[in-house]
């Protein structure tokens, strides 16, 4: 299974709370933290509330 690289490229200062608590989901507290998930649609679809605070890269296995 792909596993997505998930980096965090902008501060949620500012943003809703929702996407704060969804961007802390992803395991992500500060600025270039990155974490390695698998590509699940759960996890895509998390990413993609928060697509502008992030950066996705595909990882290889």
Excluded: C, F, N, Y
């Amino acid at each position: 299974m792909s596993q997505l690289r998930v980096t965090q490229v902008r501060s949620t200062i500012g943003a809703i709370e929702k996407h704060k608590r969804t961007v802390r989901a992803l395991g992500l507290r500060r600025i270039r933290d990155s974490r390695v998930h698998r590509d699940t649609p759960q996890i895509r679809g998390m990413i993609a509330k928060v697509r502008h605070l992030v950066r996705v890269e595909e990882v290889e296995d």
